[in-house]
């Protein structure tokens, strides 16, 4: 299976700043991304599609302007909590599709993010 | 997307083989049936993924019933470290790349020593 890396795997900051989470694909080029966000003792959902070159397609009540997404390159997708709030806090976590006809999705370790 | 339901937790005694339940009775011919954990803390790992015959792989075995209605994920003997959420989830054959996956909320299963 593919290899994905995320980072920061723990940040904490200050409420009203902005965070920034790397995803990468060691292993292949990955025209497809996924966000998703858990919080403590929910299931994963799914924020946002990113697709390599185009503006990522958010989910209902995922607000885009504060969940910026950038998907510049085939092997790095970033997620950047802008003007962060305590509600914020959650663990979020990457995915990556090898291609568009194999539907298996790969998962980065996440990262654990805490709103002060 | 086809729902499935699972038990919401389970316990196997370590070294047994765990037999994880899953009902998609509403699964239609073209999505799969795929298998992903989630240890403590981490992302999912994917585990096995099927659509109408029964797969092996090196982590566990997946038994589709003849009418797709049910499946079962086998591990096949069970050590601690397979303690996790186990989540099953119908999933479209893709045609552009996009599909998602939906989350359930799993079955807990713990490994007993």
């Known amino acids: 299976g593919a290899v994905v890396s995320q980072h920061p795997s723990r940040v904490i900051c200050k409420s009203g700043t902005s965070v920034k989470i790397e995803c990468r694909s060691l292993d292949f080029q990955a025209t497809t991304m996924f966000w998703y966000r858990q919080f403590p003792k929910k299931s994963l959902m799914l924020m946002a599609t990113?697709?390599?070159?185009?503006?990522?397609?958010?989910e209902q009540g995922v607000e885009k302007d504060k969940f910026l997404i950038n998907h510049a390159s085939l092997t790095l997708s970033t997620l950047t909590v802008t003007s962060a709030h305590p509600e914020d806090s959650s663990f979020y976590i990457c995915?990556?599709?090898?291609?568009?006809?194999?539907?298996?999705?790969?998962f980065g370790p996440g990262t654990r993010l805490l709103v002060l | 997307d086809a729902k499935t339901t699972q038990p919401p937790s389970m316990d196997c005694a370590e070294g047994r083989a765990a037999n994880l339940p899953c009902n998609h009775s509403t699964i239609s011919g073209n999505e799969y049936v795929y298998w992903y954990r989630q240890i403590h803390s981490q992302g999912p790992q994917y585990i096995i993924h099927g659509l109408k015959n029964n797969e092996t792989n090196e982590m566990a075995s997946l038994i589709i019933t003849e009418d797709r209605k049910s499946s079962t994920l086998i591990l096949p003997h069970a050590t601690l470290r397979d303690t996790a959420v186990y989540y099953c989830i119908a999933v479209p054959i893709s045609n552009f790349g996009n599909e998602k996956l939906t989350f359930g909320t799993g079955t807990r299963l713990t490994i007993i020593p």
């Open positions: 990113s697709n390599e070159g185009s503006k990522a397609t958010y």
């Open positions: 995915s990556v599709r090898q291609s568009a006809v194999q539907e298996t999705q790969y």
